[in-house]
């Protein structure tokens, strides 16, 4: 390739000394066609473009070597939509002494000939249309700054180096002019950069000679560029593209830019590969090139905040490893081995990748089209700010040439950005800052990874000094020998430069587990008349002061001990049950708790990075279930509130809910409401037998409208019991996330997390047996249980009807189902056992005759029995008769009763045990 490239420029020198001769138009076709199925291998490929010369050449220089004679020359454009440098081939045909007698040199190449006409021969229709005219001049914007709202602030910290080198007058298209034009147009006019802090750098500068091609590179229309890039009259092209030119201006800048600026670095033009070490470079103005290192080397000591690079060039991808660096978002328009393409729609003469990428930024394209739009062909971004990343977001999706939509022409736009840091946040109207210290899983940038911030995984409470190694939070146990509690807080710099430590603090406030949770309960500022257990919190003294060296994306953990010192608070946390939530704040400043709040007043953990909070209680294992004792439930306000508590659906909660059965119980007094609104569709059941308790059916499961009176707190129960229908070999902890939402405004106001672990243990291995024990009765007991258990019977209606390990049931003819409730006492593990009774027949025959019923039984009675008869057709009073014990029939009188259906009745205890119905 190396030999390729030089071959083809000394051929290009010698093109200006060899003899053209007169046009042999048969000869042309003749050497075309050999050239085609000799060297060409026959096939004509759809996406190349063929040329032939249109006379022939004497003695050119051919892969560096001189061969005397005449010589036809058919040139191939490889990828005719793509930028220069890129894969062409010569083919020299030269007629030897007969009619068929023809040598056929090839020769591979990356660059055009200059200095030689040609006639096109087969062409692409992209190529054909641009041939004809068809293709779109510059698109201009109209001469004004669009109103989005930017920042003057970070308009004025913007500063923006334009390059564009063009190599030679024939190469340096037309498209690359519209490219500067429009991010100059963009910078300027919606953005407010400016003038004064941007540079340009083009071709020639502002010679007047003729440096640009309004045609394709073989037949080039020359004119000399237009200065004026926005069309204000005024020149705004600065220097020519060289490298002392780039360097001068560099080197300006950056003796210039302060930690609060940001450089944006805009490359459209021709790029190349060395065909011998493969490293990429750019072509500037007279063939001159800059290669990575060196590129990246006019960077070095740079103070800005940010430097931004738009690469638009062939193999950009290649300049990423040298201008890689934490503060540098580095985005190329294809892969360092891939071209780079011209706008796929003829009516567009810009870079594909530039003009998507600008598009995006400026908010709309060329045409005054909103960029995107509802109909931007299914691609999707989040567009609340129009961030660098998000532009090279929406320009890879929007590239016609990206991932094999073409069948050759293939470029994958590239990015080299610090993940999850302030670059992320860049924006041409937001410079953030470069040191940003944080608190939370960044839910704020990216709330699918944190969509419940009321349980911060960077904040947590142990009761020993072991949190950097255990970083789950647990319960506390405060007592006079044990007062404290350890809380540890998980520190990041998302920023691009490094934290030297000194001028950041963390302040914290605590307070017992509530699900609303406002800044005066934090801060044990509650004035009104909460009853003492239930609500109560304060501040942490001694915020911590953070003197850690953090390097870019590094993560500290910063550990504070708190000694509960109030009489007293030690009284009331004095408790094997206790949860406490924590709130973390980070700030710049000692005793600083005006942390970021909501218009309600609460903690604004949700836009804060600054704030985290942690609202985790763990269970408490007690008799016959998994407990947690009073979690609170407030409304802080002096209004009544409707508000409605959801699970927070998670992949956790879904899998507990199958191993386990969850209830949700609030005190009864609090209940008629939400009791009245529930529907199925809610995945919560109600509990016939406890008011005010739920079982939590799927991790969909909402409550809706519990009403709150005002400055009302009730405490809030959930048990958890598993089930043991098998073995259990998995030890697995879970969590259950509850969000409080206000029904008038639809916020989110609060939430709790439950964090349950699962155990291993053996399955609870019962038996069920049923037996008859006297005429219409049966008992049910369980037999043989595996260990100590305790027993809840319900019918099928869901109603409690018994305790105890059996329960005597009434055997009527209708068959009924029971269910036992089996509770392991040592963990609330379950099981449940069903049996179905009834369905025996007591009567044996009812014969009826004009005057009496004689009813017979099968066995003999064992106690009070009686008979009730009744009509089904007509309104006839009900008659009743005893049935004597030791009895085995009874005899009623129906004279005075007409023809029709009956029903004789048989009831024991005021109950029906059997029924049969006779004709009279």
């Known amino acids: 390739m190396a030999t390729a490239f030089?071959?083809?420029?000394?051929?290009?020198?010698?093109?200006?000394?060899?003899?053209?001769?007169?046009?042999?138009?048969?000869?042309?076709?003749?050497?075309?066609?050999?050239?085609?199925?000799?060297?060409?291998?026959?096939?004509?490929?759809?996406?190349?473009?063929?040329?032939?010369?249109?006379?022939?050449?004497?003695?050119?220089?051919?892969?560096?070597?001189?061969?005397?004679?005449?010589?036809?020359?058919?040139?191939?454009?490889?990828?005719?939509?793509?930028?220069?440098?890129?894969?062409?081939?010569?083919?020299?045909?030269?007629?030897?002494?007969?009619?068929?007698?023809?040598?056929?040199?090839?020769?591979?190449?990356?660059?055009?000939?200059?200095?030689?006409?040609?006639?096109?021969?087969?062409?692409?229709?992209?190529?054909?249309?641009?041939?004809?005219?068809?293709?779109?001049?510059?698109?201009?914007?109209?001469?004004?700054?669009?109103?989005?709202?930017?920042?003057?602030?970070?308009?004025?910290?913007?500063?923006?180096?334009?390059?564009?080198?063009?190599?030679?007058?024939?190469?340096?298209?037309?498209?690359?002019?519209?490219?500067?034009?429009?991010?100059?147009?963009?910078?300027?006019?919606?953005?407010?950069?400016?003038?004064?802090?941007?540079?340009?750098?083009?071709?020639?500068?502002?010679?007047?000679?003729?440096?640009?091609?309004?045609?394709?590179?073989?037949?080039?229309?020359?004119?000399?560029?237009?200065?004026?890039?926005?069309?204000?009259?005024?020149?705004?092209?600065?220097?020519?593209?060289?490298?002392?030119?780039?360097?001068?201006?560099?080197?300006?800048?950056?003796?210039?830019?302060?930690?609060?600026?940001?450089?944006?670095?805009?490359?459209?033009?021709?790029?190349?590969?060395?065909?011998?070490?493969?490293?990429?470079?750019?072509?500037?103005?007279?063939?001159?090139?800059?290669?990575?290192?060196?590129?990246?080397?006019?960077?070095?000591?740079?103070?800005?905040?940010?430097?931004?690079?738009?690469?638009?060039?062939?193999?950009?991808?290649?300049?990423?490893?040298?201008?890689?660096?934490?503060?540098?978002?580095?985005?190329?328009?294809?892969?360092?081995?891939?071209?780079?393409?011209?706008?796929?729609?003829?009516?567009?003469?810009?870079?594909?990748?530039?003009?998507?990428?600008?598009?995006?930024?400026?908010?709309?394209?060329?045409?005054?089209?909103?960029?995107?739009?509802?109909?931007?062909?299914?691609?999707?971004?989040?567009?609340?700010?129009?961030?660098?990343?998000?532009?090279?977001?929406y320009a890879v999706k929007a590239d016609s040439y990206n991932k094999g939509k073409t069948l050759s022409n293939i470029e994958n736009p590239q990015i080299s950005i610090l993940s999850r840091s302030t670059a992320e946040d860049l924006a041409l109207d937001t410079i953030p800052p470069t040191v940003d210290l944080c608190i939370t899983d960044y839910h704020h940038l990216r709330p699918q990874l944190a969509s419940f911030p009321w349980a911060s995984s960077y904040l947590w409470i142990r009761n020993q000094n072991d949190g950097v190694e255990n970083q789950k939070t647990e319960n506390p146990y405060i007592n006079e020998e044990h007062p404290y509690i350890y809380v540890y807080t998980k520190v990041c710099n998302r920023g691009v430069k490094p934290y030297s430590g000194g001028w950041e603090k963390l302040s914290y406030c605590w307070t017992k587990s509530s699900m609303v949770i406002t800044a005066d309960m934090w801060k044990g500022m509650v004035t009104y008349e909460y009853s003492s257990d239930d609500v109560f919190g304060g501040t942490m003294d001694s915020p911590v002061t953070l003197s850690e060296y953090i390097n870019p994306g590094d993560t500290i953990v910063k550990e504070k001990k708190y000694t509960f010192t109030d009489d007293y608070y030690v009284k009331v946390t004095q408790s094997d049950k206790l949860s406490l939530c924590v709130l973390a704040y980070l700030s710049n400043k000692s005793y600083n708790y005006k942390f970021p709040l909501t218009e309600e007043g609460f903690a604004d953990i949700k836009n804060s990075s600054k704030l985290a909070q942690n609202n985790t209680v763990s269970p408490f294992v007690v008799p016959n279930s998994v407990f947690w004792e009073k979690v609170s439930f407030v409304n802080p306000f002096e209004e009544e509130k409707d508000y409605c508590i959801r699970l927070n659906k998670t992949s956790s909660s879904s899998r507990l809910l199958s191993k386990a059965e969850v209830n949700i119980k609030f005190p009864s007094s609090s209940v008629s409401s939400f009791e009245e609104s529930q529907n199925e569709a809610d995945s919560v059941r109600m509990d016939i037998n406890a008011r005010g308790k739920m079982r939590l059916l799927g991790a969909s499961s909402i409550i809706r409208e519990v009403k709150m009176r005002p400055q009302e707190a009730v405490p809030v129960y959930l048990t958890c019991n598993f089930k043991a229908d098998v073995d259990n070999n998995i030890s697995e902890t879970y969590d259950l996330d509850f969000v409080v939402v206000d029904n008038r405004t639809g916020k989110e106001v609060g939430g709790q997390r439950f964090r349950i672990k699962g155990n291993e243990r053996p399955a609870i291995d019962a038996t069920l047996d049923k037996c008859q024990v006297d005429l219409g009765h049966e008992t049910l007991s369980v037999v043989d249980c595996s260990e100590d258990v305790q027993y809840e019977w319900f019918d099928k209606d869901g109603k409690l009807v018994g305790t105890g390990s059996s329960i005597t049931v009434p055997a009527g003819t209708d068959t009924s189902e029971y269910t036992v409730r089996i509770t392991a006492k040592s963990d609330g593990a379950v099981i449940y056992r069903k049996a179905e009774v009834g369905g025996t027949q007591i009567i044996d025959t009812v014969t009826p005759s004009a005057d009496y019923v004689k009813v017979s039984l099968k066995e003999k009675s064992d106690g009070p029995l009686s008979l009730q008869l009744s009509s089904t057709t007509s309104s006839m009073p009900v008659q009743s008769c005893d049935i004597a014990p030791g009895s085995t029939s009874c005899t009623m009188h129906v004279q005075n009763f007409s023809n029709g259906v009956y029903q004789m009745s048989l009831l024991k205890d005021g109950k029906v045990i059997d029924t049969r119905k006779f004709i009279k």
């Open 6 to 393: 030089l071959v083809a420029f000394v051929c290009i020198v010698s093109f200006s000394q060899t003899i053209v001769l007169r046009p042999d138009t048969v000869g042309r076709e003749v050497a075309f066609g050999y050239a085609l199925k000799n060297t060409l291998d026959g096939q004509i490929n759809p996406e190349y473009d063929y040329y032939v010369s249109k006379s022939q050449v004497q003695d050119p220089m051919i892969n560096g070597k001189l061969y005397k004679g005449l010589f036809w020359i058919v040139f191939v454009d490889m990828a005719p939509e793509a930028n220069w440098e890129h894969p062409c081939k010569y083919v020299y045909i030269k007629k030897g002494t007969t009619s068929t007698d023809y040598t056929a040199i090839p020769m591979n190449a990356s660059l055009p000939p200059r200095g030689i006409k040609f006639v096109p021969r087969i062409l692409t229709k992209k190529t054909k249309s641009r041939m004809s005219g068809k293709t779109a001049g510059p698109l201009v914007l109209p001469y004004e700054k669009s109103d989005t709202g930017s920042s003057v602030s970070a308009g004025s910290h913007t500063y923006a180096v334009i390059l564009s080198g063009g190599s030679t007058p024939e190469y340096n298209a037309s498209r690359y002019w519209n490219d500067c034009s429009y991010i100059y147009k963009t910078l300027t006019q919606t953005y407010g950069v400016p003038k004064q802090n941007i540079r340009v750098l083009m071709s020639d500068g502002l010679s007047p000679q003729k440096d640009k091609n309004n045609n394709l590179t073989l037949f080039p229309d020359l004119v000399s560029s237009s200065p004026d890039l926005d069309g204000d009259g005024q020149p705004e092209i600065d220097y020519s593209a060289t490298k002392d030119t780039l360097k001068m201006v560099l080197s300006e800048l950056k003796a210039k830019l302060t930690d609060e600026d940001h450089l944006l670095v805009f490359v459209t033009d021709h790029g190349g590969k060395d065909p011998r070490t493969g490293v990429s470079y750019i072509n500037l103005w007279n063939s001159e090139r800059i290669y990575p290192t060196e590129f990246a080397n006019c960077f070095n000591g740079f103070n800005a905040g940010y430097i931004s690079f738009v690469l638009g060039q062939c193999y950009s991808g290649g300049f990423i490893p040298a201008l890689k660096a934490d503060n540098h978002i580095v985005m190329t328009a294809c892969a360092k081995d891939e071209k780079s393409y011209r706008c796929s729609s003829v009516d567009l003469d810009y870079n594909e990748f530039l003009y998507n990428w600008t598009s995006y930024i400026n908010g709309r394209d060329t045409f005054g089209n909103t960029v995107p739009s509802n109909s931007s062909g299914g691609i999707t971004i989040n567009f609340n700010k129009k961030t660098l990343k998000k532009a090279y977001e």
